[in-house]
């Protein structure tokens, strides 16, 4: 007969898989979900980018297919150049940086613009005092041939202040067209206001660009703001795989990226070292430790995990403890092998981590959790609320158990925070549930944090609910934010690879890592929203063409890097001050796309998807690559012109600062950018 209690264990169990397991290479992952490429629309995720990264603004960079021979360089990075050994030119290095923590952006000025606007209408009596402004926006128009800058706000206002859309645009339109910045304003549709910059302005922001250097898109929209990431989290019980990836690189790029925007960010790995699965690993290391030492293990019994990477444990053991626990009881070492373990798994698993430029500021251990009372102090707040009672469950929704036997257990009232159902925190034999022990680790975060993310896997989708629940019922606000990262399929040629020898059963993040290297990895990671389902091919990630956004974005700044190159080697003189006026619209267009950075950045932040990076890096390389090619066809579109060292100078100067936003994005990213192409 099965009971609720049962139910309750069976739960536990399933929770207390890693935090992140992704990876559908191997046969013994096959199931974990369908096998789709998830390359359509929906798959690649829109969140306000574009669908994918196969193509740029108007379709990405004509004439690209292939590197150009004449190009400095023609082939993928397999690993960056090392700063140290190959510097960037003089004038491709960042200005002396002026970057002010007050620093004002361009859309975040004209959002003050139109502020100001509203402003003045509420002074003059046409506009009702006191309307609430939230979702007023300033961005882009889809259409470039619209102007520079549009806003909503009288589609926003309009009904709160009980009037017509348009006939709001009328009176916000003309305050916006006094600017000496702008050109002209005007009314599109049922309201939207559609504004068009002069020249000036975009001459200004790529000064901005390059006297910001590696500060400009940096904000302080933050302010301070405690954020906990927790991510990886993976059960120590083994060295990272490739089901790890994915959720490493999401988590990580999402700190970076929140420290960006001004957050104060603590990177968080919670180590289950309290479960079963610690007991297996620690009998796992027992048998090598036996091996060690020169018995016959035979077989490695089923249960146990097999890789080799557990003899390097087990010979250490043997050297500390000699054969004295060789024939012992179990209770005799089973404690002193969990701790010797784990702490040898994490020393493999932050290894693994560094080799992808991964690093976490504090590692937390379930274990210290439960041991602190933590978990007696969490639900002594939630009994204080009335969180908290005795009840039965009803059998699990979608199953038909006949012997279905309800338990009283003591449960906690997720319900009330829109979980389908109360939850159990205390087994019928009165040990806490796993439940029960995160949320006092959720507990514990809120006291140094004012907001948390967890970045988990897709198997973990059935405990979000309840998770935020807890968290919510403890901080009195929704505080927990967990983004789901779905599994990588790991290809080669299009075929499933298979299994690692050294692991055992999967293949490992190392080794992927050694293959194609940390750039083309982590950059891959975020070539997609993080709950699409994602193919990593080998062969595709090394493909030096317009179609591998890792290529893409790459050979842009190879690619600017070689014209000082170039433009040294042919004597042309490029330390003379630029004349920016110089530059014509098409080359401005280009200043349009790179000035959206810290917008994208913020937008990136405040939705917690760093991908948007990636997706905003690759239009911004489209419109670098279509602005080359022109020189293909017509030689005084190119660069670098050596009878024109005017015009060149100014052409650098904006090629520098495309370069610039390149490199400070990438940076997000945790990839170094590419001084030339191998």
Known sequence: MIGADEAAELADQAARRDRYFGFAGDEVFQSRGPET???????????????????????????????????????????????????????????????????????ARFAEHIDAALDALEAEGSLTPRVARSGVAVEPPRDASHGDLATNAAMVLAKKAGTNPRALAGLIAPKLGELAEVESADIAGPGFINIRLNQRVWREELEAILEGGPDYGRSTLGKGKRVNVEYVSANPTGPMHMGHCRGAVVGDALASLLEHAGYAVTREYYVNDAGAQVDTLARSAHLRYRE??????????????????????????AAEHGGKYADAAEEEWLQLFKRGTVEAMLELIRS?????????????????????????????????KGLVYRGTLEPPKGKVIEDWEPTELLLFRSTAFGDDQDRPIKKADGSWTYFAADTAYHMKKLEASDELINVWGADHTGTVKRTQAAVQALADR???????????????????????????????????????????????????????????????????????????????????????????????????????????????????????????????????????????????????????????????????????????????????????????????????????MH
């Open 37 to 107: 490429s998830g390359t359509s629309a929906e798959a690649a995720g829109d969140s306000g980018a574009s669908d994918g990264l196969a193509e740029g603004p108007d379709g990405g960079a004509a004439g690209l297919d292939q590197p150009n021979p004449s190009d400095d360089g023609a082939a993928l990075p397999r690993r960056c150049s090392d700063p140290a050994s190959n510097p960037m030119p003089p004038s491709l290095q960042p200005r002396l940086s002026n970057h002010r923590d007050d620093q004002v952006t361009l859309y």
């Open 292 to 317: 060690a030492l020169g018995h016959d293990i035979g077989e490695i019994p089923e249960g146990l995990y097999p890789g080799d990477y557990l003899k390097p444990v087990g010979e250490k053991l």
């Open 352 to 384: 693994d981590l560094a080799q992808l430029g991964v690093h976490h500021d504090l590692f937390a251990s379930e274990r210290e959790v439960q041991e602190s009372g933590a978990v007696d102090r969490a639900f002594a707040l939630l009994e204080e």
């Open 478 to 676: 929704p505080a927990l934010d967990v983004k789901i990262v779905q599994m990588v399929r790991l290809l080669r040629n299009g075929e499933l690879v298979k299994m690692s020898k050294r692991s055992g059963s999967f293949v490992t993040l190392a080794e992927v890592v050694e293959e194609v290297g940390k750039d083309a990895v982590r950059f891959t990671m975020l070539t997609r929203k993080n709950d699409a389902q994602m193919d990593f091919d080998f062969a595709k990630v090394l493909e030096a063409s317009k179609d591998n956004p890792v290529f893409y974005v790459q050979y842009a700044h190879a690619r600017i890097s070689s014209l000082h190159r170039k433009a040294k080697e042919e004597g042309i003189e490029v330390s003379a001050p630029a004349d920016l006026s110089l530059l014509d619209d098409e080359e401005l267009a280009l200043v349009k796309v790179a000035a959206q950075f810290p917008r994208i950045v913020e937008a990136a932040a405040q939705a917690h998807e760093p991908h948007r990076i990636a997706f905003y890096l690759n239009d911004l390389a489209a419109a670098f690559h279509a602005l080359w090619n022109k020189g293909n066809d017509d030689p005084q579109r190119r660069f670098l012109l050596a009878d024109k060292p005017e015009l060149t100078r100014a052409r650098l100067e904006l090629a520098s600062a495309v370069a610039q936003v390149i490199r400070n994005g990438l940076g997000i990213m945790g990839v170094a950018a590419a001084e030339e």
